[in-house]
């Protein structure tokens, strides 16, 4: 028997892939008739605190559900604070003092004040609506790039967010959009970088193509003034929804077309039959939260799901050499990801409709236990959580999976590939 929980995340997700057919115009997205139906308002009541966000959603809207703060000629203090602080912003002011402010930057600003983690991906998620509905001329990255390990290794520039930002601006047409950042703490300018899909390395250095007054850094100062500067609000750990399954699917689209010699080429739509591919994202090593019987795992994942009908991928995610590409053909060839809470789960974002994310979270408490969830439900992801009965601390370097969490995650699967919700996802013959 499929345990209520689960029942009700397939439940909502085929209510949403069946809205995202009749409502969103996204093709191939029915679903299937035999599933039951449930009060879905009411699920989705319990995790949101709004609808949906729907196809023809504008920035007003977005500015009454208090996902977004939109200013004109206005100012942001603390926009120079490294580490966390809150922007206030000031009205108001006369626009002739305004615009002799040093700090003041014409048209429009997206501002960002956040650290580059990618399992914090989700706060600024409303970014990719903005993008659909905005022409955005900057994005400026208040806190430093170089925060704790963010640039270990490659960095999560290089392995996570210029695929991002290069996806979103393909996908809306957004181009030579200078991204700003600061690397250190003690930086007091943010340079400007430029990413698209186009170059071989997805940053764009050419002069050619470039406004040459777009790749001057900016000064970061205390107060800093604009024409119009919008940021986030506080979605409270994703509760209020921010983007539009079609503004989704246009940005799948995008980050798929940047990995055309994906085996098989990735597409937004799932072939009808096997192989199945199930994806084990682990964490390393040296990494917390590590799984101590991890070879026991795999083992049991293998004897369940065998080849050729099933392919197993390990993956150890806290490499600090892997790139966004891998990541993103690895979560977008798979039927299945299993993963630890964490920054890999950001990646997600990159999961086709109707696959689903199985995620290992902890017998603690934690702000964010169902943030993930709310993402997977926006980006048309089935979910599910394990708990297993050893991880009782965040900070636990390392933990054991015991023979009922191993059964618990195998018998998901089992009920996901017994029911096969990705033949709703099919591409149109």
Not at 137 to 159: E, F, K, W
Not at 296 to 302: A, E, R, T, V
Not at 319 to 336: C, I, N, R, Y
Not at 391 to 409: G, I
Request: hydrophobic share 40%.
């Amino acid at each position: 028997q499929m345990s209520q929980f689960l029942k009700l995340a397939y439940y909502l997700a085929a209510f949403l892939v069946f809205m995202n057919e009749k409502h969103y115009g996204v093709d191939a997205q029915v679903a299937p008739p035999v599933w039951p139906s449930y009060n879905f308002s009411q699920l989705i009541a319990q995790l949101f605190n709004f609808p949906l966000v729907h196809e023809h959603f504008s920035v007003q809207e977005l500015i009454d559900r208090k996902a977004l703060h939109y200013h004109e000629n206005a100012c942001l203090i603390n926009a120079k604070q490294p580490t966390h602080s809150t922007n206030k912003a000031i009205e108001n002011i006369n626009i002739t003092e305004l615009r002799a402010d040093p700090t003041y930057l014409e048209n429009t600003t997206y501002w960002v004040n956040d650290y580059l983690h990618v399992g914090h991906v989700h706060y600024d998620i409303v970014q990719i609506q903005v993008l659909k509905l905005l022409k955005v001329d900057r994005i400026i990255m208040q806190r430093p790039a170089c925060h704790g390990t963010l640039c270990v290794g490659i960095g999560s520039v290089d392995s996570f967010y210029k695929g991002y930002y290069a996806a979103m601006f393909e996908a809306f047409k957004a181009y030579n959009i200078p991204v700003y950042l600061r690397w250190s703490w003690t930086d007091k300018h943010v340079q400007p970088l430029f990413f698209s899909p186009e170059t071989h390395d997805y940053y764009v250095n050419s002069s050619t193509y470039i406004n040459p007054e777009l790749k001057k850094p900016i000064l970061l100062q205390h107060k800093m003034c604009f024409e119009r500067v919008i940021r986030r609000a506080d979605t409270d750990y994703g509760r209020i929804p921010t983007v539009s399954a079609k503004a989704i699917q246009e940005f799948k689209a995008a980050a798929f077309g940047m990995i055309p010699k994906g085996n098989p080429p990735l597409t937004t739509y799932f072939d009808s039959g096997p192989p199945y591919r199930i994806l084990f994202s682990y964490r390393g090593p040296r990494a917390s939260r590590r799984i101590s019987n991890m070879e026991y795992f795999i083992s049991h994942l293998k004897s369940q799901f065998p080849s050729p009908d099933y392919h197993l991928r390990l993956m150890n995610n806290s490499d600090p050499q892997l790139d966004f590409k891998t990541q993103m053909q690895a979560v977008g060839e798979a039927h299945v990801v299993i993963t630890n809470h964490g920054a890999f789960e950001g990646n997600m974002i990159y999961m086709r409709n109707s696959s689903l994310l199985v995620e290992i979270f902890g017998h603690y408490g934690n702000n964010e236990i169902h943030t993930f969830h709310r993402l997977a439900i926006m980006f048309g992801v089935f979910y599910a959580r394990v708990h297993p009965r050893d991880l009782t601390d965040h900070l636990a370097q390392e933990y054991r999976l015991n023979h009922s969490d191993v059964v618990e995650v195998s018998n998901i699967l089992k009920e996901y590939f017994s029911l096969k919700p990705f033949l709703a996802n099919l591409k149109p013959s």
